[in-house]
């Protein structure tokens, strides 16, 4: 089990080099012919990650190791020892948040050096103090200015890029409001955007109206019809609406008042009858809950529909992942759709998908804007929100957008990243939950459909989460601004992960971009609306399997986008070639023309453009795929690339050997 390169990183320090551990031996998850029961070798600890290698470490050179496992010790979520009382059973498992967990047998190791390495295993990869110096992304900083973080940096930028493309009265709508030591609200960021009629004394009545004063927001307008979407956490109603805000009615009328229709949607990312329950612990919602009682909301003439959207809550999502782990960790087994069925996982994938598709309808086909939350505000609510963002604005699909999107919705708006990783000894299980892995893996849903409409691959969003739960880099330390920027410095002291997936050039770059990817299809107008049928949600086989010894991809992600990038950049600069060629041949031509028909020197006689001319790229801006000539012998599914901004659509009139591209796709 490989997720890392041997190499030592920046700040990585050698902590026990268990050379006397070398009777130690590694249980495969399968237990292979080829391969053996059990693996002898050396088990090695860095404040970093864990390895278990076959040759022996010399100078500190991981390098030189032949890992069997090189994992990060974030990936391990817990350990358990298991001895019987007569030694005759001695095996170290540690539970991983991949699939497949590792397991070594420890019989032949005096007990003295076995506790001697757990003690040190707790000791790194779960420390007491998870907010002091000694955590690894604080160790992992560069000497120079990180690149990365210009997108954490840039969210006053990305509000005046909404506000900017939508019309004048919609921009002039809305307007900055300070969270100063964000004594607001103090998981938002430092300043956000709120309706421009609502006065800034209301602001407080709204703020106390709702859980952890997670008040309505903007997040999102739509460029030409102003409709927005906005977040929040749910309203503080109590049991049958016993509490009210008139403070807060009139905000959600404001929200109302952003588009041009009578209505308003809130979408309730909760099952209904959780929010019914909350309503005993103080929360609510805005819904009418006796009978067809309308809500409060609602003003005369004007309409507010709630719409539940029956997303488990974290603790439903955590056991359904724990049933898919203990599924594709086991051998293969019969009847496995039916088993996968059973997890819930793809259940709880569509409604996500769902929930993120109806919002975006709501805003692209009706004009109305839409209130998202749930309970905080900051798990389902950002979930639904960057899907629904994702679907309506193309600026997301691709790599910067994507990392401004994270940037914005998630860690600014305070997901609890520590708290859903369980970083440190002192987090609570009952915390964690893969709320993040679900987006993550919604948005490869939507990469399967519509694999022409992003420029990052499907490696790309491996990577994304492999670095989310390697606790690498700062990016995802903590849960809100204020303890990120304000208490520890993280933009200062630690990498950002955008570092090591945007910013990047040559194959590095290349492996992580989608080779299909065609600018023209995101030209296209309206929302990027993927299938939600149950037969259209798969199994993320290419993430979950690369580890498994029998079940692994065969194919290399990495090899075949640089492969596939380099054959598109072969393409481009033969046409150009050939279109130099024609235009250099084509004076020729017409003096040839000339000679034949008498046409005097002031006429000058041109052949009729070919059904197989090559488009300009303006002539492509309507169209979602490339033009293509009628010998062309590149499969249908290799769009146009570009680069750079610019966008040079293929001319298939060179030929290509057919059976090389499909090998590689």
Known sequence: MNTLPAAKLQGEELSLNCTDLNQLYFVPVVELPEVGKRQQGFMTLTNFRLCFHRQQIVNSDLSKCDPIVNIPLGFIRDFKVVTSANNAKCEITFITRLIADLTFDARLLPKAKRDTFIRTFVDLAFPLDREGATLFPFLHKRNEPDPGWCYYERLGGEYERILTAAQKSASNFWRREENPDYQMVDSYPKFFYVPSKVKAADLNSVAEFRTKRRLPVLSWCHPTKGSVIARSSQPRTGVGHWNSSTADQNYIEALRDSSLAEQLTIADARPKKNAIANMARGGGTEAGMIGKTPTMYTAEGRYTNVKFFEIDNIHVVRGSYEKLKNLLSSPPATEFHEKLEK????????????????????????????????????????????????????????????????????????????????????????????????????????LRQFSNAFEFSELFLIRLLDGFYSNQYGTFLFSSDKERVDMHKVPERTKSIWTDLVFLAGDERKALMNPFFNRNFNKSKGALLPSVATRAMKLWRSYYFRHHPMLAPRHDLKAKNIELLNLLDNLRVTEISLKQNMLLAQPQKSESAKRLTGVPNSVVVTSAPSSTEVPTPEDNDSVTQPQRTNAATVPESVPARTGGGSSLPLSLSVAVNKNSLNDLI
């Not at 999107?405 to 002192?426: D, V, Y």
């Open 343 to 446: 997890t819930g996982w793809l259940s709880y994938i569509q409604r996500i998908l769902f929930a993120g598709a109806s919002v975006a309808e709501k805003i692209e086909a009706e004009s109305q804007s839409v209130l998202v939350h749930c309970s905080d505000g900051w798990d389902r609510t950002a979930q639904v929100v960057s899907l629904a963002m994702l679907m309506l604005d193309p600026y997301y699909r691709t790599m910067q957008g994507f990392a401004t999107l994270i940037e914005k919705e998630w860690t600014a708006f305070g997901h609890k990243f520590s708290e859903r990783n369980g970083t440190g000894r002192q987090s609570s299980e009952k915390e964690e939950s893969p709320i993040f892995l679900q987006f993550v893996e919604c948005v490869w849903q939507m």
